[in-house]
């Protein structure tokens, strides 16, 4: 059974930083890509960040320049460091990771969600 468990949300200040990580396990498939996304209230839910198995980054607009995603050595893991953070990227984070189970066939699992608020 597939798990993904998420930890490092938190209340910061304004201008502050907080280290998201996403831990999976629980499947023989090969990772092809994780990803952070976020939901905040009344909103839709929106990509924060991606990264591939061949560590191929893209960034919302948004948090370019800010946010770094980055994977461990065993490529089990997912990070997201968020520096100046600004009250509008308070919202409810989540991890998603795909797994590749055949050629042209991927599966993927979510995060139970962590909230990070941006608030002085």
């Known amino acids: 059974q597939v798990q993904l468990v998420e930890s490092g949300g938190g209340l910061v200040q304004p201008g502050g930083s907080l280290r998201l990580s996403c831990a999976a396990s629980?499947?023989?498939?090969?990772?092809?890509?994780m990803a952070w996304y976020r939901q905040a209230p009344g909103k839709q839910r929106e990509l924060v960040a991606r990264i591939t198995n061949r560590d191929i980054t893209d960034y919302a607009d948004s948090v370019e320049g800010r946010f770094t995603i980055s994977r461990d050595n065993a490529k089990t893991a997912v990070y997201l460091q968020m520096n100046s953070l600004k009250p509008e990227d308070t919202a409810v984070y989540y991890c998603?990771?795909?797994?590749?189970?055949?050629?042209?066939?991927?599966?993927?699992?979510w995060g139970q969600g962590t909230q990070v608020t941006v608030s002085s």
């Open positions: 629980g499947s023989d498939f090969s990772i092809y890509a």
């Open positions: 998603n990771v795909i797994f590749t189970l055949a050629i042209g066939k991927w599966e993927d699992y």
